[in-house]
């Protein structure tokens, strides 16, 4: 049998070769604060990939995506066993677009920060009077650039996207800019309108765009997951402070409150973090995981 070596290791995923495609495996680690936690958070990964299956299936009338399947015996023989079962996607090599495509329907986190400084999100100037975590006229788009190593992600408004594209991608920069932005717009509308119907207010999400052997802009990474995601219960919402969500943001609040945890969490809330993603999942999906 093969015997296969991650070609990247992200904090949370690695992604391994297999000639034509790549194998994308969400592990049950979990990072907070740019920081990997010494625990891991069992089924966590199942949740991150089958949540994309779900939105990638739902989405293909706007956008194609780079998923080609998320069931082990489509994959060699060293992924068909209970470590990759589940939480594993083979995807379509894509060459990436450099630019992280982010969307905010309501306004909170660095956004709310900004707008009480000068009125304006990303340079993007709002209406007065907004109170945080209110809902948005309409979505705004504020991308941002993958930064090197060590700095910091860079947000940078659609003109210089535009410039970034060009340097990437020679006399396609503003059709590319121009593409990614509609794309992100029109997923983020049709995927926030349905999960509404079923629970969840999708507040902020971040989409990564590559381009296939076609040339053709397609959907790469993970998809409205609650890594990539704010999601806020809709029962209870209500604008003028934070939300409880489904997301990692348990898992933040209780390491600012132990500043001397070492980043070990105890099994509650490990037990807590399990049951929000899983929770996200049935809304959003209506199986169980």
């Avoid at 594993?88 to 986190?109: H, N």
Wanted: proline share 5%.
């Amino acid at each position: 049998m093969k015997e296969f070596k991650p070609i990247k290791e992200g904090k949370v995923r690695e992604i391994y070769d297999n000639g034509d495609s790549l194998i994308l495996v969400a592990t049950d680690r979990i990072s907070a604060f740019d920081v990997i936690l010494k625990n891991k958070v069992t089924k966590k990964g199942t949740v991150l990939t089958q949540m994309s299956k779900f939105w990638f299936d739902y989405t293909k009338d706007v956008v194609n995506n780079h998923m080609l399947s998320v069931d082990v015996k489509d994959m060699p023989e060293y992924f068909q066993n209970e470590n990759f079962d589940g939480n594993s996607m083979m995807v379509k090599k894509l060459e990436m677009i450099p630019v992280e495509c982010i969307v905010r329907g309501y306004i909170t986190g660095s956004g709310w920060k900004s707008y009480q400084q000068d009125g304006t999100v990303c340079g993007i100037k709002l209406p007065a009077g907004l109170k945080e975590c209110d809902k948005l006229p309409e979505p705004i788009y504020t991308p941002s650039t993958k930064a090197e190593i060590g700095d910091h992600d860079e947000n940078i408004d659609f003109e210089k996207s535009i410039e970034v594209l060009e340097k990437s991608f020679p006399g396609r920069g503003e059709e590319l800019a121009t593409k990614i932005r509609d794309y992100t717009i029109a997923l983020y509308k049709k995927c926030a309108d349905y999960a509404l119907t079923r629970g969840i207010i999708i507040a902020d999400t971040k989409f990564e765009f590559g381009l296939d052997e076609n040339g053709e802009v397609v959907i790469g990474d993970e998809m409205l997951t609650p890594d990539s995601s704010r999601f806020w219960p809709v029962e209870g919402y209500e604008p003028g402070h934070d939300q409880p969500s489904f997301d990692k943001q348990f898992v933040r609040n209780w390491l600012k409150a132990n500043p001397d945890s070492d980043y070990n969490l105890p099994q509650e809330v490990i037990d807590k973090t399990i049951d929000k993603y899983k929770e996200a999942y049935k809304l959003l999906t209506g199986k169980d995981l």
